[in-house]
């Protein structure tokens, strides 16, 4: 299976400020889907990122505060903008493996914003 | 797309097998089963994957009657490190949305 490797693992930002998470995929995939996990919540998904054209967002999420990147087929990432205290969760970006795979996900990232 | 509902949470013992119980009334025609194990601080984790009927893998089987309304993951002898959030997910492998999920804690 795909192995994602995600950066930063955890991160402490000031409001106002943004940041961009990495997830490094170690073969190619057509798909790459990132997620959001709240505090003690389940995965909200935000986007789901194709090579070579736009992300496409999930209801309540907008380009301007997360937008993602996906220059190739092993790489994207997903920047939080405008960060507010509200932003401080888990983000996951994920890979599908085969048909019968189900999914890959990276470790995640710890944001706190302050 | 088919809403799932599962318990919140679970307790079991060392040793026990556990039945989680998913249901999805609304699953449609070309839609899988997948279940995710996930541990604090860790991405969710492929467990299983069934259409219908039964599929059995080294980690768990999963149960499909004929309707496909429900589904369940049974973990056989469950150990302390069983102790996590199980989701159910039902779709077609290019949405994946999840459900709140199922707190498994396995006590000694």
């Known amino acids: 299976s795909a192995v994602i490797s995600q950066k930063p693992s955890r991160d402490i930002c000031q409001r106002g400020t943004s940041l961009t998470i990495q997830c490094q995929v170690d073969?190619?995939?057509?798909?790459m889907f990132w997620y959001r996990q709240q505090p003690g919540q389940s995965l909200t998904l935000i986007a789901t990122?194709?090579?070579?054209?736009?992300?496409?967002?999930e209801s309540g999420f907008v380009i301007d505060k997360f937008p993602i990147s996906r220059p190739n087929l092993t790489f994207s990432t997903l920047t939080v903008s405008n960060l507010s205290p509200e932003d401080s969760s888990i983000y996951l970006c994920?890979?599908?493996?085969?048909?019968?795979?189900?999914?890959?996900f990276g470790s995640g990232t710890r944001l706190t914003v302050v | 797309l088919a809403k799932t509902t599962q318990p919140i949470s679970m307790d079991s013992y060392e040793g026990q097998e556990v039945n989680i119980t998913c249901s999805h009334n609304?699953?449609?025609?070309?839609?899988?089963i997948t279940w995710y194990q996930q541990f604090p601080s860790q991405g969710p984790r492929f467990i299983i994957q069934?259409?219908?009927t039964k599929v059995t893998n080294e980690v768990a089987s999963l149960f499909i009657p004929a309707d496909r309304k429900s589904s369940t993951l049974s973990l056989p002898r469950v150990s302390l490190s069983d102790t996590a959030v199980y989701y159910c997910?039902?779709?077609?492998?290019?949405?994946?949305?999840f459900g709140a999920g199922t707190r498994l804690t396995v006590k000694p």
């Open positions: 073969s190619q995939v057509t798909m």
């Open positions: 069934g259409y219908k």
């Open positions: 990122a194709n090579q070579g054209s736009e992300a496409t967002y």
């Open positions: 997910l039902v779709g077609d492998n290019n949405d994946m949305r």
């Open positions: 609304n699953i449609a025609t070309n839609d899988y």
């Open positions: 994920s890979v599908r493996q085969g048909i019968s795979d189900g999914y890959t």
